[in-house]
């Protein structure tokens, strides 16, 4: 190859080079190679040499190309309804966060047999922490104050068990007669009343050798059933020995621990979450302490209503509507029916009648005066709000569930008003109200 043939190819190879595409941003970030303007030499040919100018054809230079892409997805999406597209951005968030809360309920089920005392001891230090704060303000030592709190509420626990205990043993003897009595007149209204029950199913004797034979075939099933009440025994002696140290520590350093948990939390935002988990606390505090107060005026009325009928074992009676009423609405009025039957067996159609008015008028006091005086000085919780918690609370966890619903939903009420009114100054990250 001659040397003028290598200068006409080295040439031709830099022009190339020199008219390359140059990247342009087009719409939504896209790439779009638009070619530049090239510039070439006037002449091509052969070398120049000394005192002569560069001799060749003359290279007409390249004008500069304008090219517009358009994005085909800009143009679906202006064709997509305003409407669509705020619904699919809702959608798409409502079901993470379902999502989310699905596989938090999982979770918290999985792990009941930890999540359930320590939500006990989060309840039990809501409804405690003021006194062992009061022994703290009196000089008294702070871990003094939380084993002086905690061994008082176990001794207040044990006094209640044994009155229930003693009233249930000291009036046994008259409360089985009274119920073998009722029984065998219901049996009589049965065999000669409208609906003319055999008398066979009322033969004692028939009774026994049925439950004999069930108890020979069923030798299996009832091992497993004895196998599971023990192995329940078990879980909830470890599930309440956790609960004692989880409520120990939790009067003890609670505040530590939280301030730990903040951690988690971003440095921007610890001071807003700190201020609403505050304030949403104060709530839960205030709902377990007039749940407290309303379980307490709805023991002490069916306890006066089934003394003065003298219904038998009224003390614990008495006791199971109070821990009944946890269960805000339908927790008391459940338990109250027991207190109407144990009437209806022992004491007539008559009483059990009264008994039944007496528990549906203490339940109207609750309603319509305790709940809207003590509760809504506490958190204001709509009573559709309360019902539509524990009806979920059933479905996820039973009769578990439906005691923590409505704590819960006091504490993410208070807590979620609180961080939404809030709003954050860009300038100067300060939170004005």
Partial sequence: MTLPEQIRRRIGTRSTRAG????????QGRQVAVPTKVALPAKVGTPPTEGKEWEGPEVPEVAEIS?????????????????????????????????????????????????????????LTALLLPFTKRLTRWGVNRGLATAITVLGG????????????????????????KV??????????????????????????????????????????????????????????A??????FALSYFLHNGREIFEFLMRFIPRKSRRRVDVAALNGWQSLSSYVRATILVALADGLGVLIAALILGVPAAPALAALVFIGAFVPIVGAFVSGFVAVLVALVALGWVKALIMLAATILVM??????????????????????????IATGIVLGGIIGALFAVPLLAF??????????????????????
């Fill in 20 to 27: 390359s595409a140059v990247p342009e941003t087009g719409e």
């Fill in 67 to 123: 090219v517009h892409v358009e994005n085909v997805e800009s143009r679906y999406n202006e064709a997509v309804p305003d409407g669509l597209h705020v619904a699919a951005a809702w959608g798409w968030r409502v079901i993470v966060v379902a999502a989310l809360v699905a596989l938090l309920a999982y979770v918290l089920t999985y792990l009941s047999e930890v999540t359930i005392p320590l939500l006990v001891a989060v309840l």
């Fill in 154 to 177: 176990l001794a207040l626990i044990a006094g209640v068990l044994t009155l229930i205990v003693t009233s249930i043993v000291s009036q046994s003897g008259s409360l089985g007669t």
């Fill in 180 to 237: 073998v009595q009722g029984f065998n007149q219901l049996a009589a209204w049965l065999q000669s009343g409208p609906l003319h029950v055999s008398a066979t199913y009322f033969n004692a004797d028939e009774w026994v050798t049925r439950i004999t034979n069930w108890i020979k075939t069923s030798q299996a099933t009832l091992t497993t059933y004895a196998a599971e009440i023990t192995s329940s025994v078990g879980r909830f002696l």
């Fill in 239 to 244: 599930g309440f020995a956790l609960t004692l």
């Fill in 364 to 389: 109207e006091v609750e309603s319509h005066v305790l709940q809207p005086f003590l509760m809504g000085r506490a958190v204001k919780l709509h009573p559709l709000a309360v019902l539509l918690a």
């Fill in 412 to 433: 993410a009420k208070t807590f979620i008003q609180h961080l939404s009114d809030e709003l954050p100054d860009p300038a100067t990250s300060v939170v004005s109200r």
